[in-house]
């Protein structure tokens, strides 16, 4: 009896140990920019992505860039304060949506303009991103506000 125990957890323990196994190569051939939740306009600027690539980019909109089109389409360019990303939208904009406050958006880099497909809404008028404020402040353009807590 006590030999089936112990067969028995050395099972568990082996099956256990193959599935860590597994996730961790899992983990280790995925592509360095998996757990990336947006990139900067810096950062695309210098590197820009393939017009296939879809991903997110976040920052501030500039002031005075927003540009209305007919209909849904508008246009508006983002900053970090290195690099700036024009940006071309159609759709429904978040109600919240203006120019100096933070945005991300998903879409493809296509001949120098950002063509998003969807512009994430915020939370409130005071929610900017941690990693959107993370990247202003190694750029030095963060301006801190008395809602810094509503950020985390």
């Known amino acids: 009896m006590r030999g089936l125990k112990k067969q028995r957890r050395i099972q568990i323990l082996s099956l256990l140990g193959a599935c860590l196994a597994g996730v961790l190569m899992l983990l280790y051939f995925l592509p360095d920019d998996a757990f990336q939740?947006?990139?900067?306009?810096?950062?695309?600027?210098?590197?820009?992505?393939?017009?296939?690539?879809l991903f997110r980019m976040g920052g501030l909109v500039e002031d005075g860039?927003?540009?209305?089109?007919?209909?849904t389409q508008v246009s508006?360019?983002?900053?970090?304060?290195?690099?700036?990303?024009?940006v071309t939208f159609d759709g429904i904009l978040?109600?919240?949506?203006?120019?100096?406050?933070?945005?991300?958006?998903q879409g493809r880099y296509i001949n120098g303009t950002f063509e998003a497909v969807e512009i994430l809404a915020k939370h409130d008028e005071t929610y900017m991103p941690?990693?959107?404020?993370?990247?202003?402040?190694?750029?030095?353009v963060y301006k801190a506000s008395g809602a810094d807590a509503a950020t985390n």
């Open 130 to 140: 941690k990693e959107v404020i993370e990247a202003l402040k190694e750029q030095g």
């Open 94 to 105: 978040p109600d919240l949506f203006e120019e100096g406050q933070g945005m991300v958006g």
């Open 65 to 71: 860039s927003v540009v209305r089109g007919q209909g």
């Open 37 to 53: 939740f947006f990139r900067s306009p810096s950062e695309v600027a210098a590197a820009p992505p393939g017009p296939a690539e």
């Open 76 to 86: 508006f360019v983002v900053t970090d304060g290195g690099a700036s990303v024009p």
